[in-house]
Protein backbone atom coordinates (compact mmCIF):
# COMPACT_ATOMS: atom_id res chain seq x y z
CA UNK A 1 0.00 0.00 0.00
CA UNK A 2 0.76 3.44 0.15
CA UNK A 3 1.98 4.54 -3.31
CA UNK A 4 2.62 7.03 -4.88
CA UNK A 5 2.89 7.77 -8.69
CA UNK A 6 4.36 10.81 -10.66
CA UNK A 7 3.98 11.39 -15.11
CA UNK A 8 5.50 11.44 -16.83
CA UNK A 9 9.13 9.90 -15.20
CA UNK A 10 11.18 11.98 -17.96
CA UNK A 11 10.43 15.02 -20.12
CA UNK A 12 11.93 16.98 -22.44
CA UNK A 13 10.59 20.23 -23.67
CA UNK A 14 11.56 23.21 -25.57
CA UNK A 15 12.52 26.46 -23.53
CA UNK A 16 9.83 28.99 -23.12
CA UNK A 17 6.97 26.40 -22.74
CA UNK A 18 4.99 24.94 -19.86
CA UNK A 19 5.19 21.44 -18.72
CA UNK A 20 2.66 19.84 -16.56
CA UNK A 21 3.91 16.86 -14.04
CA UNK A 22 0.86 14.85 -12.12
CA UNK A 23 1.51 13.40 -8.70
CA UNK A 24 -1.36 10.57 -7.81
CA UNK A 25 -1.36 8.54 -4.74
CA UNK A 26 -2.77 5.42 -6.03
CA UNK A 27 -4.46 3.68 -2.88
CA UNK A 28 -5.12 6.29 -0.22
CA UNK A 29 -6.29 10.28 -0.07
CA UNK A 30 -3.68 12.99 0.47
CA UNK A 31 -4.98 15.97 1.62
CA UNK A 32 -1.74 17.44 1.70
CA UNK A 33 0.97 16.49 -1.04
CA UNK A 34 4.03 18.21 -1.39
CA UNK A 35 6.33 18.97 -3.74
CA UNK A 36 10.59 18.97 -4.39
CA UNK A 37 12.80 19.83 -6.52
CA UNK A 38 16.39 17.85 -6.23
CA UNK A 39 19.95 19.17 -8.37
CA UNK A 40 22.02 16.78 -8.71
CA UNK A 41 24.15 15.21 -5.95
CA UNK A 42 21.76 17.49 -3.51
CA UNK A 43 19.37 17.05 -1.18
CA UNK A 44 15.71 18.03 -1.91
CA UNK A 45 14.50 21.37 -1.74
CA UNK A 46 11.04 21.58 -0.50
CA UNK A 47 8.99 24.17 -2.77
CA UNK A 48 5.48 24.25 -1.78
CA UNK A 49 2.84 22.49 0.48
CA UNK A 50 -0.44 21.61 -1.78
CA UNK A 51 -3.41 21.30 0.14
CA UNK A 52 -6.17 19.71 -1.54
CA UNK A 53 -9.36 22.37 -2.51
CA UNK A 54 -6.86 25.07 -1.41
CA UNK A 55 -4.07 27.43 -2.55
CA UNK A 56 -0.31 26.14 -2.01
CA UNK A 57 1.59 27.03 -0.14
CA UNK A 58 5.19 27.80 -1.48
CA UNK A 59 8.32 28.12 0.36
CA UNK A 60 10.52 31.07 0.18
CA UNK A 61 12.11 31.75 -3.06
CA UNK A 62 9.85 30.01 -4.76
CA UNK A 63 8.25 31.70 -7.51
CA UNK A 64 4.51 30.72 -7.64
CA UNK A 65 3.62 32.22 -11.00
CA UNK A 66 6.49 30.44 -12.42
CA UNK A 67 5.46 26.88 -10.55
CA UNK A 68 2.06 26.38 -10.36
CA UNK A 69 0.14 24.04 -7.88
CA UNK A 70 -3.13 23.01 -8.52
CA UNK A 71 -4.68 20.28 -5.93
CA UNK A 72 -7.99 19.60 -7.27
CA UNK A 73 -9.00 16.24 -5.87
CA UNK A 74 -7.61 13.87 -2.46
CA UNK A 75 -5.42 11.97 -5.08
CA UNK A 76 -4.07 14.48 -7.62
CA UNK A 77 -1.89 17.23 -7.50
CA UNK A 78 -0.54 18.63 -10.36
CA UNK A 79 2.53 20.82 -10.66
CA UNK A 80 2.68 23.12 -14.07
CA UNK A 81 6.16 24.80 -14.86
CA UNK A 82 5.31 27.65 -17.18
CA UNK A 83 7.75 29.12 -19.63
CA UNK A 84 10.31 26.92 -18.73
CA UNK A 85 13.95 27.75 -19.01
CA UNK A 86 17.24 25.38 -19.09
CA UNK A 87 17.52 26.54 -15.13
CA UNK A 88 14.45 24.70 -14.54
CA UNK A 89 15.72 21.50 -15.58
CA UNK A 90 16.37 19.51 -12.37
CA UNK A 91 14.56 16.26 -11.19
CA UNK A 92 10.77 17.53 -9.63
CA UNK A 93 9.34 14.72 -6.89
CA UNK A 94 6.39 14.34 -4.99
CA UNK A 95 4.79 13.17 -2.13
CA UNK A 96 2.04 12.60 0.06
CA UNK A 97 0.92 12.14 3.27
CA UNK A 98 -2.38 10.19 4.14
CA UNK A 99 -5.25 11.81 5.52
CA UNK A 100 -8.09 10.76 8.30
CA UNK A 101 -5.66 8.68 9.83
CA UNK A 102 -2.12 9.50 12.05
CA UNK A 103 0.52 8.82 9.55
CA UNK A 104 4.22 9.77 10.33
CA UNK A 105 5.66 9.28 7.13
CA UNK A 106 5.56 10.73 3.18
CA UNK A 107 5.22 8.48 0.56
CA UNK A 108 7.12 9.40 -2.45
CA UNK A 109 6.80 9.41 -6.11
CA UNK A 110 9.74 8.06 -8.18
CA UNK A 111 10.50 11.03 -9.38
CA UNK A 112 10.07 13.37 -12.82
CA UNK A 113 13.35 14.35 -14.81
CA UNK A 114 13.22 17.72 -16.53
CA UNK A 115 15.07 19.05 -19.25
CA UNK A 116 14.27 22.18 -21.02
CA UNK A 117 16.56 22.77 -24.33
CA UNK B 1 12.41 25.95 12.18
CA UNK B 2 13.57 22.42 12.15
CA UNK B 3 16.95 21.53 10.51
CA UNK B 4 19.05 18.39 9.74
CA UNK B 5 23.00 17.55 8.90
CA UNK B 6 24.48 14.99 7.55
CA UNK B 7 28.18 15.77 8.12
CA UNK B 8 29.52 13.36 5.67
CA UNK B 9 28.88 13.69 1.98
CA UNK B 10 30.64 10.10 1.26
CA UNK B 11 30.71 7.17 3.11
CA UNK B 12 33.19 4.10 2.10
CA UNK B 13 32.83 0.82 4.10
CA UNK B 14 33.94 -2.83 2.70
CA UNK B 15 31.67 -5.37 1.92
CA UNK B 16 30.76 -7.35 5.25
CA UNK B 17 31.65 -4.65 7.49
CA UNK B 18 29.46 -2.26 10.13
CA UNK B 19 28.49 0.78 8.58
CA UNK B 20 27.34 4.53 9.91
CA UNK B 21 25.69 7.21 8.69
CA UNK B 22 25.44 9.86 10.82
CA UNK B 23 22.61 12.63 11.54
CA UNK B 24 21.72 15.49 13.68
CA UNK B 25 19.28 17.20 14.41
CA UNK B 26 17.27 20.39 15.48
CA UNK B 27 13.59 20.89 16.00
CA UNK B 28 11.42 22.24 18.72
CA UNK B 29 9.38 19.85 20.75
CA UNK B 30 9.97 16.27 20.35
CA UNK B 31 11.34 15.05 16.85
CA UNK B 32 9.95 12.60 14.18
CA UNK B 33 13.17 11.39 12.25
CA UNK B 34 13.31 9.53 9.05
CA UNK B 35 15.44 7.54 7.34
CA UNK B 36 15.37 7.07 3.20
CA UNK B 37 17.68 5.69 0.70
CA UNK B 38 17.51 6.73 -2.86
CA UNK B 39 18.85 4.96 -5.94
CA UNK B 40 20.11 7.03 -9.22
CA UNK B 41 16.99 8.43 -10.86
CA UNK B 42 14.62 7.33 -8.27
CA UNK B 43 12.24 9.01 -5.56
CA UNK B 44 13.22 8.60 -1.91
CA UNK B 45 12.29 4.70 -0.35
CA UNK B 46 11.21 4.68 3.38
CA UNK B 47 13.65 3.35 5.30
CA UNK B 48 12.52 3.85 8.83
CA UNK B 49 10.96 6.30 11.59
CA UNK B 50 11.44 6.92 15.05
CA UNK B 51 8.77 8.51 16.61
CA UNK B 52 7.90 7.84 20.18
CA UNK B 53 9.30 4.54 21.88
CA UNK B 54 12.61 2.52 21.92
CA UNK B 55 15.66 4.38 21.26
CA UNK B 56 16.96 1.89 18.82
CA UNK B 57 14.32 1.57 15.47
CA UNK B 58 14.66 -1.51 13.27
CA UNK B 59 14.24 -1.27 9.55
CA UNK B 60 13.88 -2.54 6.05
CA UNK B 61 16.65 -4.45 4.81
CA UNK B 62 18.72 -4.67 7.89
CA UNK B 63 19.13 -1.16 9.08
CA UNK B 64 18.61 0.31 12.42
CA UNK B 65 19.41 4.06 14.08
CA UNK B 66 19.27 4.68 17.17
CA UNK B 67 18.11 8.21 18.44
CA UNK B 68 20.01 9.92 21.18
CA UNK B 69 18.32 12.87 22.25
CA UNK B 70 20.87 14.39 24.63
CA UNK B 71 23.24 14.34 21.91
CA UNK B 72 20.29 15.02 18.90
CA UNK B 73 21.38 12.48 16.74
CA UNK B 74 19.87 9.67 14.84
CA UNK B 75 22.74 7.72 13.02
CA UNK B 76 21.89 4.75 10.56
CA UNK B 77 23.79 1.72 10.96
CA UNK B 78 23.94 -1.90 9.98
CA UNK B 79 25.95 -4.90 11.01
CA UNK B 80 27.09 -6.24 8.10
CA UNK B 81 27.30 -4.01 4.51
CA UNK B 82 26.37 -5.07 1.08
CA UNK B 83 27.20 -4.24 -1.89
CA UNK B 84 23.54 -3.60 -2.85
CA UNK B 85 23.20 -0.68 0.11
CA UNK B 86 25.50 1.65 -2.24
CA UNK B 87 23.31 4.37 -2.60
CA UNK B 88 22.25 8.27 -1.59
CA UNK B 89 20.86 8.54 2.07
CA UNK B 90 18.99 10.94 3.49
CA UNK B 91 18.33 11.92 7.46
CA UNK B 92 14.54 13.88 7.77
CA UNK B 93 13.31 15.63 10.30
CA UNK B 94 9.71 17.19 11.34
CA UNK B 95 8.26 18.52 14.25
CA UNK B 96 5.31 16.14 15.99
CA UNK B 97 2.72 18.79 15.09
CA UNK B 98 2.95 19.41 11.59
CA UNK B 99 3.83 17.82 8.41
CA UNK B 100 6.69 20.11 7.40
CA UNK B 101 9.78 17.99 6.67
CA UNK B 102 13.43 19.01 6.37
CA UNK B 103 15.85 16.65 4.87
CA UNK B 104 20.15 16.40 5.33
CA UNK B 105 22.31 17.27 2.59
CA UNK B 106 22.72 13.40 1.53
CA UNK B 107 25.31 10.95 2.23
CA UNK B 108 26.48 8.85 -0.44
CA UNK B 109 27.07 5.63 0.77
CA UNK B 110 29.42 2.92 -1.47
CA UNK B 111 30.32 -0.03 -0.24
CA UNK B 112 33.01 -2.21 -2.24
CA UNK B 113 33.37 -5.90 -2.37
Known amino acids: GAVVSQHPSRVICKSGTSVKIECRSL??????MFWYRQFPKKSLMLMAT?????????EQGVEKDKFLINHASLTLSTLTVTSAHPEDSSFYIC?????????????FGPGTRLTVT | AQSVAQPEDQVNVAEGNPLTVKCTYSVSGNPYLFWYVQYPNRGLQFLLKYITGDNLVKGSYGFEAEFNKSQTSFHLKKPSALVSDSALYFCAVRPYNNNDMRFGAGTRLTVKP
Open chain 1, 27 to 32: DFQATT
Open chain 1, 50 to 58: SNEGSKATY
Open chain 1, 95 to 107: SASPSGRTYYEQY
